[in-house]
C-alpha cells in the first residue's frame, strides 16, 4: 500500500446504535401541563366573570391586588353595604373574630365603610317594601300608604342610605303657610321604627325649589334649615335618640336635583342612614 497523502482528508465514520424502547425525554409532557393549566384558569375567569355581580369582582380584585389591604369595603357581599341587606350586614370579608349572624359584633350592627360602589336596586326595593309594610301595619289603608310611597324614593351613595320624601306637582310637602302634610309625621314614625333596628347615625338635610323673581321673599337657605329642623324635631319625638343625629343642614335651592331649578320635585327632605361605625 502506498504511502498515505498528506493532502487527503480523513473521513471518519460513526455508527450511532439506536436500541428500541429507550427513554425520548419529557419536555412535551411539561408544556403540555402548562397548556392544560392555562386553559383551566381561563374557563375559570370566564365562569367568575359570568356568575358573580360587580360587587362580587370588586372584592376578588381587590383580594388579589398586592396594594390594596382586604376590606370591608369591597369584600364581595352581594347588598349595596357589603351585606345582603340594609339592616343586617353578611359581608364575605369583615373585621374581627368570633362573630356570626347569630350573634354579630357591635361593629357587625353597622352598614359598612365609605368608598364602597352602591349601586343595588334589589336594596332600594326591598326598603322600598319595608317602608310600605311598615305603614301598612301602622294602621294606614292601602289609599293612603300608595300617596305616601308615590312622595317617597330611595337611593345608596357613598355616604349612606338616601331616604329621599318630596313633592309632586299636585301635591306638596308644605303649603305657602308652611304647613306639613298630615302623612309626614306617620311616615317620620315608620322610618323611626327601622333606623332602630341598626346603630347608624342619621343626617337630615332639606332642599328648596328656586323662586321666579317676582315672588322672591323668604331666602331659601332659611327656609330650608327650618324644614330640617322640623324633621329632626319629628324623628326626635317619635323616639329617636338625639345622639344619633349626626348634622342637620339646608341647602336652600343650591343642589337642585332636576335641571328646572324651579320644578317642584327640588322640594324634597333626605333622611340619610349614614355609613361607619360611631
Known amino acids: 500500500m502506498s504511502e498515505l497523502d498528506p493532502e487527503r482528508p480523513i473521513i471518519i465514520k460513526k455508527k450511532k446504535v439506536v436500541s428500541g424502547g429507550g427513554h425520548h ?10 397548556f ?11 365562569w367568575l366573570l359570568n356568575a358573580t355581580t360587580e360587587q362580587q369582582r370588586n372584592g376578588l380584585a381587590d383580594y388579589f391586588s398586592p396594594n390594596i389591604p382586604i376590606t370591608r369595603v369591597s369584600g364581595g357581599g352581594d347588598g349595596a353595604f357589603g351585606g ?6 353578611n359581608s364575605v370579608a369583615q373585621e374581627g373574630t368570633g ?3 347569630a350573634r354579630p359584633t357591635d361593629g357587625r350592627q353597622n352598614l359598612g365603610t365609605v368608598g364602597a360602589e352602591l349601586v343595588d336596586e334589589a336594596l332600594e326595593q326591598r326598603v322600598m317594601d319595608r317602608i310600605g309594610e311598615a305603614l301598612a301595619e301602622a294602621g294606614g289603608d292601602s289609599a293612603l300608604v300608595e300617596l305616601i310611597l308615590d312622595h317617597v324614593q330611595t337611593r345608596v351613595t357613598d355616604e349612606g342610605l338616601v ?5 309632586r306637582p299636585d301635591a306638596m310637602l308644605f303649603d305657602e303657610a308652611g304647613t306639613p302634610v298630615f ?5 317620620t314614625a315608620v322610618l323611626t321604627g327601622l333606623f332602630a333596628t341598626v346603630t347608624n347615625q342619621i343626617a337630615v338635610e332639606a332642599h328648596v325649589p328656586t323662586e321666579p323673581l317676582i315672588r ?13 329642623m322640623y324633621m329632626r324635631n319629628l324623628l326626635e319625638g317619635a323616639g329617636l335618640e338625639d345622639e344619633r343625629i349626626d348634622r342637620i343642614t339646608g341647602h336652600g335651592d343650591r343642589n337642585p336635583i332636576m335641571e328646572d331649578p324651579i320644578s317642584v320635585r327640588n322640594d324634597r327632605l333626605e333622611v340619610i342612614l349614614l355609613r361607619g361605625i360611631y
Request: glycine fraction near 4%; charged fraction near 25%.
Open 25 to 34: 425525554g419529557g419536555a412535551w409532557k411539561v408544556a403540555y401541563a402548562d
Open 36 to 46: 392544560v393549566t392555562a386553559m383551566m384558569a381561563f374557563f375559570m375567569l370566564m
Open 84 to 89: 345582603d341587606d340594609v339592616f343586617s350586614e
Open 99 to 101: 362573630a356570626t349572624d
Open 163 to 167: 331616604i329621599e320624601i318630596f313633592s
Open 183 to 187: 302623612w309626614l309625621p306617620q311616615l
Open 216 to 228: 322672591r321673599s323668604e331666602d331659601r337657605l332659611v327656609l330650608s334649615t327650618d324644614r330640617a
